[in-house]
């Protein structure tokens, strides 16, 4: 899982960014506290997807089992007013993937509803953004391929968070579940995630939020805080990575950890807090494969960060600052979702629905096949 976002600055330099959680989003909270947004998915999933047999399922379709979900998300970049980078071009158009582990049961005295849906969030991509410092130049040459990459603390951390329960319904072939919120990096939901006030001229200091202590006085909640991937950092930490072509030919590493270090010329870490909340509507092809359109928000604040950029620190506020916003159109956003335990004939991918991290791998290693 990977997420990448651009950050900030030096004259006329370009970032090419990429926000992966698995993953994880890039988005622009409006408020200026963070980045935040929707996203949905461009039409189809996966590259050549694989046929799933059925056999021997009742007419009115049985639901109940363990499925693997993968979604497409189409969704629009736009920039935010007084950052430090500018998108480049405006209104760039970009793909997110999301893939998780669903289990559903029926209602016993209605089998038109369904009980107890669980989800496991397994993987989630978001999108390729180019970036420009000053005025839009789609010319230029001086770009920087940015990764913000999810280490193995947090790949590992993500299929324990799980969301609350829900229901949903399937009359006929007309299925629609009801949305699932998971929320990594903190105890509060949505709005009320713990947010880096960027509007509070004692918070621009570079050497404020790069250590493993909550900065009490930019971030509005640190208690709310969960240190999910356990590394002792607020929120949970993703890596920030940028080659430029140069860094690319010499072999230069990435120190994430020690950015202060000399390596690639974007490197150090991000503190985080992040939460998705898909909502999954579409037909049922039969009770081993459903599809439809998939709607999502991508939330993501920055609550503090350790990051260089060609051996310069850049402050939180200026990285909150150079994060693009996303509109997203569900209509164009697909998903597929097949089943996994066998039943009915259909792929048995010996996954143990209680085991969401040995499952997670699994899907993982077998995504291509939705």
């Known amino acids: 899982m990977r997420i990448v976002r651009s950050l900030v600055p030096t004259a006329a330099m370009c970032l090419a960014t990429m926000f992966f959680v698995s993953n994880s989003g890039c988005g622009g909270d409006g408020g200026g506290s963070g980045a935040s947004g929707a996203t949905g998915g461009a039409g189809g999933t996966g590259g050549a997807s694989t046929a799933v047999t059925c056999e021997g399922a009742p007419a009115e379709h049985d639901l109940a089992g363990v499925w693997a979900a993968y979604g497409r998300l189409a969704v629009t970049l736009q920039g935010q007013p007084g950052g430090a980078i500018t998108i480049c071009p405006t209104d760039q158009i970009g793909e997110s993937t999301m893939l998780l582990m669903v289990t559903m049961?029926?209602?016993?005295?209605?089998?038109?509803?369904?009980?107890?849906?669980?989800a496991v969030l397994c993987e989630i991509e978001l999108p390729v953004v180019t970036a420009l410092v000053g005025t839009c130049d789609l010319a230029s040459q001086s770009l920087v391929?940015?990764?913000?990459?999810?280490?193995?603390?947090?790949?590992?951390?993500?299929?324990?968070?799980?969301?609350?329960?829900?229901?949903?319904?399937?009359?006929?072939?007309?299925?629609?579940?009801?949305?699932?919120?998971?929320t990594?990096?903190?105890?509060?939901?949505?709005?009320?995630?713990?947010?880096?006030?960027?509007?509070?001229?004692?918070?621009?200091?570079?050497?404020?939020?790069?250590?493993?202590?909550c900065e009490a006085n930019c971030v509005d909640d640190c208690a709310a805080l969960r240190d999910d991937d356990a590394d002792t950092y607020p929120g949970v930490t993703v890596h920030v990575c940028g080659t430029t072509?140069?860094?690319?030919?010499?072999?230069?590493?990435?120190?994430?950890?020690?950015?202060?270090?000399?390596?690639?010329?974007?490197?150090?870490r991000g503190f985080i807090d992040?939460?998705?909340?898909?909502?999954?509507?579409?037909?049922?092809?039969?009770?081993?494969?459903?599809?439809?359109?998939?709607?999502?928000?991508v939330r993501y604040r920055l609550v503090g960060a350790?990051?260089?950029?060609?051996?310069?620190?850049?402050?939180?506020?200026?990285?909150?600052?150079?994060?693009?916003?996303?509109?997203?159109?569900?209509?164009?956003?697909?998903?597929?979702?097949?089943?996994?335990?066998?039943?009915y004939g259909a792929p048995d991918w010996k996954v143990d629905a209680a085991n969401a991290a040995t499952s997670c791998k699994t899907l993982l290693a077998r995504k291509n096949e939705l």
């Open 145 to 182: 391929s940015t990764q913000i990459i999810a280490p193995v603390t947090l790949l590992d951390a993500l299929p324990k968070i799980e969301a609350a329960p829900v229901g949903g319904t399937l009359v006929g072939a007309d299925l629609a579940l009801d949305r699932f919120v998971l």
């Open 306 to 343: 350790d990051i260089y950029l060609a051996g310069a620190q850049i402050g939180v506020t200026s990285a909150i600052k150079s994060l693009p916003g996303f509109q997203v159109d569900p209509t164009q956003s697909r998903f597929r979702m097949v089943r996994i335990d066998g039943k």
């Open 105 to 118: 049961n029926r209602d016993p005295a209605d089998p038109t509803k369904l009980v107890d849906v669980g």
């Open 274 to 297: 992040m939460e998705v909340n898909p909502l999954f509507t579409g037909l049922a092809k039969n009770s081993c494969e459903l599809e439809g359109t998939v709607d999502s928000e």
């Open 184 to 213: 990594v990096g903190s105890t509060k939901p949505g709005e009320m995630m713990p947010s880096w006030d960027d509007a509070l001229p004692s918070c621009i200091a570079t050497n404020l939020g790069r250590t493993n202590a």
């Open 245 to 268: 072509h140069d860094d690319v030919k010499s072999n230069l590493k990435c120190n994430a950890d020690a950015p202060n270090e000399p390596g690639t010329t974007l490197q150090g």
